[in-house]
T-cell receptor, first 116, second 109 residues
Framework: EAQVTQNPRYLITVTGKKLTVTCSQN?????MSWYRQDPGLGLRQIYYSMNVEVTDKGDVPEGYKVSRKEKRNFPLILESPSPNQTSLYFCATATGTSSSGANVLTFGAGSRLTVL | GQNIDQPTEMTATEGAIVQINCTYQ??????LFWYQQHAGEAPTFLSY??LDGLEEKGRFSSFLSRSKGYSYLLLKELQMKDSASYLCAVKDSNYQLIWGAGTKLIIKP
């Protein structure tokens, strides 16, 4: 079964405590991306990756890091979380190339993060 | 700047028809997507338009006019399970997706 798996699904943490949200896909998709979703603002892209070892900033990359060492995994790292990073996070994958961008996105179930 | 506008919220009656509009102003155009998102869940793909006209898929249809920067999603024979948010997204000239804030559709019996 085609899947995009995010962990953890829910997390409450404190300011400054480093955390990683993992994302794994079994569809062999080249494109992977992280979004955050806040009420009234819609989906905002944090980082994306067109392939292994290739990552690019999205619209709101400040305070986040990513890596793409393997095709299937694209972890999101918050080195020093702050309360304004409290949000619902989605990982998404798609087929696509650098000359065409992402095709239809398949999203993970979401990770709800609260930073106190 | 780039912008996508959708109504924030709409209400419709079970069994009726509803049209959700999306207008966009982007640097270039390489396709428009509609996604459905139930509360607390992930968005799921509904439709894709890159050429002008109507794309029909069961009870759902999506229309595009590139000259007007306009699309709509038409939902027929509304069911309670259609209560969700509907997200419009445009792929711009750099092949990046620009997202609208979404339209929350409330279905009443």
């Amino acid at each position: 079964e085609a899947q995009v798996t995010q962990n953890p699904r829910y997390l409450i943490t404190v300011t400054g405590k480093k955390l990683t949200v993992t994302c794994s896909q079994n569809m062999n998709h080249e494109y992977m991306s992280w979004y955050r979703q806040d009420p009234g603002l819609g989906l905002r892209q944090i980082y994306y990756s067109m392939n292994v070892e290739v990552t690019d900033k999205g619209d709101v990359p400040e305070g986040y890091k990513v890596s793409r060492k393997e095709k299937r995994n694209f972890p999101l790292i918050l080195e020093s979380p702050s309360p304004n990073q409290t949000s619902l996070y989605f990982c998404a994958t798609a087929t696509g190339t650098s000359s065409s961008g992402a095709n239809v996105l398949t999203f993970g179930a979401g990770s709800r993060l609260t930073v106190l | 700047g780039q912008n996508i506008d959708q109504p924030t919220e709409m209400t419709a009656t079970e069994g009726a028809i509803v049209q959700i509009n999306c207008t966009y102003q982007t640097s270039g155009f390489n396709g428009l997507f509609w996604y459905q998102q139930h509360a607390g869940e992930a968005p799921t793909f509904l439709s894709y338009n890159v050429l002008d006209g109507l794309e029909e898929k069961g009870r759902f249809s999506s229309f595009l006019s590139r000259s007007k920067g306009y699309s709509y999603l038409l939902l027929k024979e509304l069911q309670m399970k259609d209560s969700a948010s509907y997200l419009c997204a445009v792929k711009d000239s750099n092949y990046q997706l620009i997202w609208g804030a979404g339209t929350k559709l409330i279905i009443k019996p």
